[in-house]
């Protein structure tokens, strides 16, 4: 029977990457344009929120497109016609009233 080793072998452990601090000039840089940019930051999210619902909007077709557009032009010559008529009808009451 083989005995089990709790032992790492030699050359398997992952070496870590030294990190060294960036110079100062690069802070510096780095806190001036922050400073510069910071009130951008919440137009940014706006944005980044705006297109995240943009992608999961589910567009109507062509045909629907087109339907809903003449249903809008139509309500919206009918609704011209009713309030000139109003307008015309006060006019000429105000008109007879007055003079």
Known sequence: MKKLSLRKKKGTAKKQRV???APRWLKAIGRVLGIIF???RPLGRYFAGAWYE???VSWPSRKSTTKLTIAVIIFTAVMTVFI???DFGFEQLVKRILL
Request: charged content about 35%.
């Open 84 to 86: 000139v008529t109003l």
């Open 54 to 56: 943009l992608r999961q």
């Open 38 to 40: 910071r009130p951008l």
């Open 19 to 21: 990190r060294r601090p």
